[in-house]
Every structure is written in C-alpha cells, then in structure tokens.
C-alpha cells in the first residue's frame, strides 16, 4: 500500500507561484509508475493537470501549459509540480496520485493511490 502526502499549497496573489510536493510516506513507487496531479475546483469536476510517464514524458492541460512543470524524483520517492504565473482559476483543491498506468482521457481515474489533497488559492 503507497500513501502519498501532498504538501506546498496555500495561498498567493495572481501571478505568483508555488511548488507542490506529493511523497510516498509509506510503500514503494517504482519507477515505471506513472504520477500525475489533478485539481476539483468547488462546483466543478475533476480535471488532469500534469501526468509524467516512463521515460519522463510529460502531459499538461492546456490551461498550465507553459506555466505548469511536473517533475520526479524516483530516488525520494516524490514528485513535485511548479506552479508559476498562478490565476485565479487555478484555486482548487490539488491532489497527487500514481499507478502503474495513466492512460486515457481521464487518466488521473487510473491512479491506484492518491493523496488527501493540498488546497491552493489564488487572489486576484
């Protein structure tokens, strides 16, 4: 069983940035296993932010691109996601998650572990 702890979140003006960090606090991840972010902002669905496959491809929303970088540190056992030039529509609550897979359109469904979530708040 993997538990993942996210941490990094708070609150920041527009434009501003911050570093999620998602680490395995117990279990092993390997480094075949995808990890990604997802974010549920209130009144609104789920939605796949950044993924980081095996051989280090990366995927990103179209609304973070450019602004968004996941990241991952296998030996840790961590991954990170920078969030800069931060907006308003960003403010959800961001989880971490990662499996053996994340394919799909609705890929972060495919996670077989997630964390409790990190809430982010951006102010305009």
């Known amino acids: 069983q993997v538990q993942l702890v996210e941490s990094g979140g708070g609150s920041v003006q527009a434009g501003g940035s911050l570093r999620l960090s998602c680490a395995a606090a117990s279990g092993y991840i390997y480094s075949t296993y995808c990890m990604g972010w997802f974010r549920q902002a209130p009144g609104k669905e789920r939605e796949g932010v950044a993924r980081?496959?095996?051989?280090?491809?990366?995927d990103y929303v179209d609304s973070v691109k450019g602004r968004f970088t996941i990241s991952r540190d296998n030996a840790k056992k961590t991954s990170y996601l920078q969030m800069n030039s931060l907006k308003p529509d960003d403010t959800a609550t961001y989880y971490c998650?990662?499996?053996?897979?994340?394919?799909?359109?609705?890929?972060?469904?495919?996670?077989?572990?997630r964390g409790q979530g990190t809430q982010v708040t951006v102010l305009s």
């Open positions: 998650g990662t499996g053996p897979r994340c394919l799909g359109g609705r890929w972060w469904e495919d996670f077989n572990y």
């Open positions: 980081i496959l095996i051989g280090g491809r990366t």
